[in-house]
């Protein structure tokens, strides 16, 4: 069954500890994105890969950090410096639009993680 | 800047009534625009996308580009449409390849 694959679905954290949220693809797709998605501001982009060993900041990188040693992984830390990470986090993925092929540029999404700081 | 602006947070109509949501972009290339919907308890998805010109569920969305919109639109509004949908705008500024959500309208349809 293919998809994407966000674990945990619940997690807790306390201040000053940081945390890694897991998303992971069998689609073969190659770029993936981590999106944050909080009550009346839609869902803003924190980092985003294109290629394997290569991404790039969002709009909101700031206190977060990410790395694609593998096509399928796009591992997100969430850094202790992040001044307000309780939010709801989002994992997406989609076919390089450079390989032309249908549905290019389509972003499937992960069940998404709940994270709170208590 | 790239922007995209869904000027309502919630919308209630009554079945059976037409339905209009509107999205406003802000790009200075040429626009790439979606819909995408995400339904209680589900993931979001991709309702349609401005270059397939299809419709989806009854729905339809028309890119005009002098009033740099792209409102989805759907004649005959159903119970099951009830739903939070976002307006994205592709942005390949700065060799990039993102995707720029609005802050989204919550659809509500009553009986």
């Known amino acids: 069954d293919g998809g994407i694959t966000q674990s945990p679905k619940y997690l807790f954290r306390k201040e000053g500890q940081n945390v890694t949220l897991s998303c992971e693809q069998n689609?073969?797709?190659?770029?993936m994105y981590w999106y944050r998605q909080d009550p009346g501001q839609g869902l803003r982009l924190i980092y985003y890969?294109?290629?394997?060993?290569?991404?790039q900041k969002g709009d909101i990188a700031e206190g977060y950090s990410v790395s694609r040693e593998k096509k399928e992984s796009f591992p997100l830390t969430v850094t202790s410096a992040q001044k307000n990470p309780t939010a709801f986090y989002l994992c997406?993925?989609?076919?390089?639009?450079?390989?032309?092929?249908?549905?290019?540029?389509?972003?499937?999404f992960g069940a998404g993680s709940r994270l709170t700081v208590l | 800047a790239q922007r995209v602006t869904q000027p309502e947070k919630l919308l209630s109509v009554f079945k059976g009534a037409p339905v209009e949501l509107k999205c406003n972009y802000s790009y200075s290339g040429s626009p790439e625009l979606f819909w995408y919907v995400q339904y209680s308890r589900q993931r979001l998805q991709l309702l349609l996308r401005h270059i397939s010109r299809e419709s989806i569920k009854g729905f339809t969305a028309d890119l005009n580009k002098g009033e740099t919109s792209f409102h989805l639109k759907k004649p005959f509004a159903q119970e099951e449409d009830s739903a939070m949908y976002y307006c994205a705008l592709r942005d390949l500024t700065g060799g990039g390849n993102k995707l720029t959500f609005g802050t989204g309208t919550q659809l509500k349809v009553e009986l």
């Open positions: 689609l073969n797709h190659d770029a």
């Open positions: 997406a993925s989609s076919i390089d639009k450079d390989r032309g092929l249908r549905g290019a540029n389509v972003l499937t």
């Open positions: 890969s294109q290629i394997v060993n290569d991404f």
